[in-house]
């Protein structure tokens, strides 16, 4: 090998293990976006992203991936950041990111959804339904998207909808370090409580982390989108309660389950949850309840204009910072919460 090729080929091997990490931000997360990029030092990268009349999405990345570690952040929910666009935009928006990605020779792609959108729909509850989480696992994979990182998945089994690397993230160390500093709690007697038996597992772990009790309450659905609370197994005489979910959406559970828990004897109603979606209609069912002190959620999902003061939000951007730099760094995940990011 001559001189010449052999300094041609030291400068590919240079070239192949010079990585660099670039952090683009969808419609839907673009503050959050901002967050994550601050908080690893970097400038996020650039993307015009925009909808022409009829409602196709158009993205087009205004400086070179290529060769790159992309990492596209992107939570598949209704509100963006001063942009009113659905659930189904953003993920299509997302898919458009990624082909583009693709298409301008990324070397690996990685979809950051804070928020996986239709994750509720993971099994077939009756004839002829889809699975439509498997079928957004699938999109994903065909479109080019190497490896996933999301937080706090609605059903664990969705993990398994993919062929690919999806890293579980949680936002449960943020929330119990938020009870655990609230000065009004201090020296209150605290019960975690389940708004049904399937958050079971997850208001014990809550529960533990916090040396307070559990309940665990029961609910049917006459009809969709509505909620009757039936059973509250546990006590919560005389102590503060801490309402604990996933999500929450028109707020139909947290509502109906905050007033049973009152009527129980519990003297006062927290609330928690990684993903505020606050669908229609739930600032105003918030707005006529009086049995929720405080609702603490985060930044997953953009709070939209006329939430309720008592709503608080959280940032979850050093989590998701902390995750992307050990994915780009080939280290462990879950050694950022210390092998505590389990599903429940």
Partial sequence: MTTEAAERVDTHVEREYARRMMVFAGRSSLALGQDIADRLGLDPGEVLL???????????????????????????????????????????????????????????????????????QDKKSAPREPITAKMIADMLQTVGVDRVLTMDLHAGQVQGFFNIPVDHMTAVPILVQYFRDAPELRDRPIVVVSPDAGRAKLATHFAEKLGAQVAVLTKQRPEHSQVEMTMLIGDVVG????????????????????????????????????????????????A????????????????????????????????????????????????VFEGDNQLF
């Fill in 239 to 286: 102590k503060t309660a801490i309402m604990i979910d996933d999500m929450i959406d028109t707020a139909g559970t947290l509502v109906e389950g905050a007033k049973k828990v009152r009527e129980m004897g519990a003297t006062e109603v927290y609330c928690a949850a990684t993903h505020g979606l606050f669908s229609d209609p739930a600032f105003e069912r918030l």
């Fill in 50 to 120: 925009k909808s022409f009349a009829n409602g196709e999405i158009y993205a087009r990345f205004g400086e070179s991936v290529r060769g790159a570690d992309v990492f596209l952040i992107q939570s598949t929910c209704s509100i963006a950041n001063g942009h009113v666009q659905s659930c189904n935009d953003s993920l299509v928006e997302l898919l458009i990111m990624v082909n583009a990605a693709k298409l301008a020779s990324a070397r690996r792609i990685t979809a950051v959804l804070p928020w996986y959108g239709y994750s509720r």
């Fill in 288 to 335: 006529k309840c009086d049995d929720i002190k405080r609702i603490v959620v985060t930044d997953t999902v953009p709070l939209r204009s006329g939430a309720p003061s008592l709503i608080t939000q959280l940032p979850s951007g050093q989590v998701l910072a902390d995750c992307i730099r050990n994915v780009f760094n080939d280290e462990s995940v879950s050694e």
